[in-house]
T-cell receptor, first 116, second 115 residues
Framework: AQTVTQSQPEMSVQEAETVTLSCTYD???????LFWYKQPPSRQMILVIRQEAYKQQNATENRFSVNFQKAAKSFSLKISDSQLGDTAMYFC?????????????FGTGTSLTVIP | DTGVSQNPRHKITKRGQNVTFRCDPISEHNRLYWYRQTLGQGPEFLTYFQNEAQLEKSRLLSDRFSAERPKGSFSTLEIQRTEQGDSAMYLCASSLVRGAYNEQFFGPGTRLTVL
């Protein structure tokens, strides 16, 4: 079974500052994918960033980057130059490969507030 | 709008009633997923379809729950004899399987409140 743990229920950051959200996971799979999703108050899930487990290089998408430590099963999200629009619930998620379903396993989320 | 749509967006029902939700995936997406999200939690996988075939069901999907995707396009999720514990957001997602990874696109969800 796959489990995803987010140990920070709530976090806050000053606008323009940098914040890091933590995530750990447990799996016996070797091939998988990791994600960070954003869920604003409107509740629509939005993909922030994706990491393939077979890639050693950390993924980056504009102000968002990850620190992927496969041996430690750790997958943290760094948001640089935080903006008010980053205020949302952030979910870390694990995905199995397509031949085993591609379904997600989500953590419990971290509520991020960007303070003006 | 070519995204995933879900109807209704909100449903209030009394305990013991049956409810049905609908999900329309992105056109030509062959996989469709249902998740349930309770307050303060992340979405939990319920079931998924590849075309019209239901390939996996979570243990969370009790006998009161049934999902269908009769023509491989839209899907319905029915809950019979609703209980207060069924109150949650029900999310649908779809993807087009082309490789080992296939991005899932989420709908806005249907919020169910059981009184």
């Amino acid at each position: 079974a796959q489990t995803v743990t987010q140990s920070q229920p709530e976090m806050s950051v000053q606008e323009a500052e940098t914040v890091t959200l933590s995530c750990t996971y447990d799996t016996s799979e070797n091939n998988y994918y990791l994600f960070w999703y954003k869920q604003p108050p409107s509740r629509q899930m939005i993909l922030v960033i994706r990491q393939e487990a077979y890639k050693q290089q950390n993924a980056t998408e504009n102000r968002f980057s990850v620190n992927f430590q496969k041996a430690a099963k750790s997958f943290s999200l760094k948001i640089s130059d935080s903006q008010l629009g980053d205020t949302a619930m952030y979910f870390c998620a694990f995905m199995k490969p397509a031949n085993t379903g591609n379904q997600f396993y989500f953590g419990t989320g971290t509520s991020l507030t960007v303070i003006p | 709008d070519t995204g995933v749509s879900q109807n209704p967006r909100h449903k209030i029902t009394k305990r013991g009633q049956n409810v049905t939700f609908r999900c329309d995936p992105i056109s030509e997406h062959n996989r469709l997923y249902w998740y349930r999200q309770t307050l303060g939690q992340g979405p939990e996988f319920l079931t998924y379809f590849q075309n019209e075939a239901q390939l996996e069901k979570s243990r969370l999907l009790s006998d009161r729950f049934s999902a269908e995707r009769p023509k491989g396009s839209f899907s319905t999720l029915e809950i019979q004899r609703t209980e207060q514990g069924d109150s949650a957001m029900y999310l649908c997602a779809s993807s087009l399987v082309r490789g080992a990874y296939n991005e899932q696109f989420f709908g806005p969800g249907t919020r169910l409140t059981v009184l």
